[in-house]
């Protein structure tokens, strides 16, 4: 513990590799091959171009705000539950939810697994960002593993609760109309988090539906009390999910994108200007795969368009090329 909060006073940038397997395993771990084997330990916040390290700098430049970017993910039961009063019989803590490296350790289920220690170590504001896990649902816009930034603010002696939240309120508005531009649709609802109250939720309209972004709130009381340099003060804290910024930035409408190594994906983002608006293009996620098809005709009046036309009619837009190879004509 004491080493943690000295990196994190001496500015614990530089991604470090962190290799879970150096924690020893036990009769819990239940970390899957796959998730190991390709998505722990991509960084993927640490590639500029990425559409999520572009969404977590644009973020970060309009805060101006420090933020922490390689706090390690494996973490302590207490760093990701206890700390944020968290109760023993939570859900989250089942390993059908979270994923155990060890009886003593998870890989962190949210990046507010470090606001205790942040909070501890002194800064008035922070932000702190990486890749966060989950077991979870399956669909367009859940994925288990995902980034996210969470922040953090502490007011002096003298702020009330309801100043507070306004503070929280008008910075994440702030944020998402500088970013999503000034008509964004916004929709704020009470949320509950063990370590927050009271506790708010973000939403923003995307493709004609409500797309959660945020959970937010003023820090529990509880947990300011405990920390002596702060105790009776007001703070807020928020946690974003980085893949829905992107999304809503840059129209993705599919979080799997954002693993690919697909040329067609990377090239839409590289070296593109910070600001630039761009709209991302789908493109297949199989491979390209070529067919031969033989046919014959007696129809002397047949000509290849009306060959096309039909490969048009019957595959849509999923051909990209029809080639002839041979005519072949019989004798007879
Ligand atoms: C949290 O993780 C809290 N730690 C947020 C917080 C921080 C509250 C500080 C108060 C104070 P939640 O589980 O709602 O909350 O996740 C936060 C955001 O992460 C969601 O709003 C969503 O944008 C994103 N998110 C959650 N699950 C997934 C997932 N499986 N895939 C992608 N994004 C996700
Ligand atoms: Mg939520």
């Not at 879970?20 to 819990?28: K, L, N, S, T």
């Not at 928020?238 to 697909?262: C, T």
Request: overall charge neutral; hydrophobic content about 40%; glycine content about 6%.
């Amino acid at each position: 513990m004491r080493r943690w909060t000295q990196c994190v006073r001496r500015g614990f940038h530089s991604a470090t590799a962190i290799d879970w397997r150096a924690f020893p395993r036990d009769e819990v771990t239940n970390v899957p091959a796959r998730l190991e084997r390709e998505w722990f330990g991509r960084r993927l916040l640490q590639e500029p171009d990425h559409p999520l390290a572009r969404a977590k700098t644009r973020m970060v430049r309009h805060l101006g705000i420090e933020c922490f970017e390689a706090l390690p993910p494996v973490v302590s039961l207490y760093d990701n539950f206890d700390s944020l009063l968290i109760p023993a019989t939570h859900v989250s803590r089942s390993p059908n939810d979270t994923y155990y490296v060890n009886r003593r350790h998870v890989l962190r289920t949210h990046t507010s697994a470090h606001q205790r220690q942040l909070l501890r170590s002194g800064p008035a504001s922070w932000l702190a960002c990486g890749d966060v896990f989950r077991r979870d649902e399956i669909d367009a816009s859940h994925f288990p593993v995902f980034h996210q930034i969470d922040g953090g603010r502490v007011f002096g002696e003298g702020v009330t609760a309801r100043e507070a939240e306004e503070d929280l309120k008008g910075t994440l508005e702030g944020l998402m109309r500088k970013l999503f531009g000034a008509s964004t649709q916004l929709r704020w609802r009470d949320d509950f988090f063990p370590f927050t109250s009271p506790s708010f939720e973000l939403d923003v309209m995307f493709n004609g539906e409500w797309l959660e972004i945020l959970g937010c709130g003023l820090i529990h009381e509880d947990i300011m009390q405990d920390t002596p340099s702060i105790r009776g003060r007001q703070g807020w804290a928020f946690g974003i999910g980085l893949e829905r910024l992107a999304m809503v930035l840059y129209q993705i409408k599919d979080i799997r994108v954002f693993w690919s190594r697909d040329e067609r994906f990377w090239k839409q983002f590289r070296g593109r200007p910070l600001e630039a608006p761009i709209a991302f293009e789908e493109f297949s996620k199989f491979p390209k795969t070529s067919r031969d098809v033989s046919f014959w005709t007696n129809s002397e009046a047949f000509h290849e368009n009306q060959f096309f036309e039909m490969v048009r009619e019957v595959c849509g837009d999923l051909v990209e090329a029809v080639v002839r190879l041979d005519t072949f004509r019989h004798p007879k």
